[in-house]
């Protein structure tokens, strides 16, 4: 079956940095859209970024962008979010998504199969 592992999350100071790592299996990932939500207490999930089957075409949520990246390694079939200059709103549970397409989408609805989330805390 699909498993989705995403690790790298845990407990930093503001201004820090973080790569968090999301292993894919039992699917073709080299066809998937990957795209990284998080979710803080009392939220909805929302949308962080997503990266296309090649890695050449990347969205960013205006809230992350110029701090963090979005990578993928086909061969390794794992997809990363290098996050820099965290922020302490930054807090939440990072998911990573596949999604079939047939375009980069922002929206969690549109995707296929989810992690179990990693955890991501910013001291201030």
């Known amino acids: 079956q699909v498993q989705l592992v995403e690790s790298g999350g845990g407990l930093v100071q503001a201004g820090g940095s973080l790569r968090l790592s999301c292993a894919a299996s039992g699917l073709t990932f080299s066809i998937y859209f990957m795209g990284w939500f998080r979710q803080a207490p009392g939220k909805e999930r929302e949308f962080v970024a997503v990266?296309?089957?090649?890695?050449?075409?990347?969205y960013y949520a205006d809230s992350v962008k110029g701090r963090f990246t979005i990578s993928r390694d086909n061969a390794k079939n794992t997809v990363y979010l290098q996050m820099k200059s965290l922020k302490p709103e930054d807090t939440a549970v990072y998911y990573c998504?596949?999604?079939?397409?047939?375009?980069?989408?922002?929206?969690?609805?549109?995707?296929?199969?989810w992690g179990q989330g990693t955890q991501v805390t910013v001291s201030s």
């Open positions: 990266i296309d089957w090649s890695g050449r075409i990347t």
């Open positions: 998504g596949a999604d079939g397409g047939p375009s980069a989408r922002a929206e969690a609805k549109a995707y296929d199969y």
